[in-house]
């Protein structure tokens, strides 16, 4: 059963970093991708990047967004997002999500993950 867990979200200042992390379990990156969404307040859910795929970046996290992996050889594996410089718009509740399939583009869309975690909400504050 796929099952992810986002961590790590909180208030932070304008300018400053953070790094959330996804636990994902009951898969392996050899079959499956995990991708970072967020949604801001009044905001339609939007993907940021994921893993093992050439992501053609939103301009808004440009530059300033990381993902990366610590893949253990067992069936968990967690995923990071790395922030950098966060901007007031970056405030939002951030989700990793799971699809079977690997891509060479990464799938920015909504559709076709059949697993989200309980988000991680992070607070840019000016």
């Known amino acids: 059963q796929l099952q992810l867990v986002e961590s790590g979200g909180g208030s932070v200042q304008s300018g400053g970093s953070l790094t959330l992390s996804c636990a994902a379990s009951g898969l392996t990156l050899d079959t499956h991708t995990i991708t970072w969404f967020r949604q801001g307040p009044g905001k339609e859910r939007e993907g940021i990047l994921c893993?093992?795929?050439?992501?053609?970046?939103?301009n808004s996290v440009k530059g300033r967004f990381r993902i990366s992996t610590d893949n253990a050889k067992n069936t968990a594996t967690v995923v990071y997002l790395n922030i950098d410089d966060l901007k007031s718009e970056d405030t939002a509740k951030y989700y990793c999500?799971?699809?079977?399939?690997?891509?060479?583009?990464?799938?920015?869309?909504?559709?076709?993950?059949?697993?989200w975690g309980q988000g991680a909400p992070v607070t840019v504050a000016s």
């Open positions: 999500a799971a699809r079977p399939g690997r891509f060479l583009v990464c799938p920015l869309g909504a559709a076709g993950y059949r697993a």
């Open positions: 893993i093992n795929a050439r992501t053609n970046y939103p």
